[in-house]
């Protein structure tokens, strides 16, 4: 079974500090990873994702994270933070079967606070 | 990346009646996506519909409580059986996207069982 740990309920940063948001997985095959963001009474919104290739991923809104196969991570980064990031951000996992399509396993959440 | 329209976007219902979410999408897809998102928790997969074929539920989840359709490629409905209070969630379709692309999400159906 996979599963997606997000060890930080809440994250507090200061505005144009750096960010980094964890996220950890477990999944028997080869990863696909992705990131969300979810602001209140919104959907989610798609960020980036890693299928294969380059272990660091840029995505929307400036966002980025480095995959790290022997640590089992997926951290979402950004140099720096703007106070519209301040939403709730969800990691999530498939396994990359080649095959049909599977859904997704998603982290908790982290809220994420950008203090002015 | 496919647009998804999902309805209603909230309703409110009296325990024990029955609720159907519907999921359309502007282009063809294979496999469609329903999930869960109770209040102030992720999101948990409740099914995978394919066209043609009965959906897959995930453990925990039962035909019985969430029949699925899944008449075409574009379209698929969602059904909320005997609601309870415990059935108030979000609930969320989504898509597979394109290869630069994430899977895409409705935007949601906020049940309220009362």
């Known amino acids: 079974a996979q599963s997606v740990a997000q060890p930080e309920d809440q994250v507090n940063v200061a505005e144009g500090n750096p960010l980094t948001v964890k996220c950890t997985y477990s999944?028997?095959?080869?990863?696909?990873l992705f990131w969300y963001v979810q602001y209140p009474n919104r959907g989610l919104q798609f960020l980036l994702k890693?299928?294969?290739?380059?272990?660091l991923v840029k995505g929307s809104y400036g966002f980025e994270a480095e995959f790290n196969k022997s640590q089992t991570s997926f951290h979402l980064k950004k140099p720096s933070a703007l106070v519209s990031d301040s939403a709730l951000y969800f990691c999530?996992?498939?396994?990359?079967?080649?095959?049909?399509?599977?859904?997704?396993?998603f982290g908790k959440g982290t809220h994420l606070i950008i203090q002015p | 990346s496919a647009v998804i329209s999902q309805k209603p976007s909230r309703d409110i219902c009296q325990r024990g009646t029955s609720l159907t979410i519907q999921c359309q999408v502007d282009?063809?897809?294979?496999?469609m996506f329903w999930y869960r998102q109770q209040p102030g928790q992720s999101l948990t997969l409740i099914a995978t519909?394919?066209?043609?074929?009965?959906?897959?539920?995930e453990s925990g989840f039962v035909i019985d409580k969430f029949p699925i359709s899944r008449p075409n490629l574009t379209f698929s409905t969602l059904t909320v059986s005997n609601m309870s209070p415990e059935d108030s969630s979000i609930y969320l379709c989504?898509?597979?996207?394109?290869?630069?692309?994430?899977?895409?999400f409705g935007s949601g159906t906020r049940l309220t069982v009362v």
């Open positions: 989504s898509v597979e996207g394109q290869q630069l692309y994430g899977y895409t």
């Open positions: 999944v028997s095959g080869n990863p696909y």
């Open positions: 890693y299928i294969t290739g380059d272990n």
């Open positions: 999530a996992v498939t396994e990359g079967s080649g095959g049909g399509a599977d859904g997704l396993t």
């Open positions: 282009s063809q897809v294979t496999m």
């Open positions: 519909a394919n066209q043609g074929s009965e959906a897959t539920y």
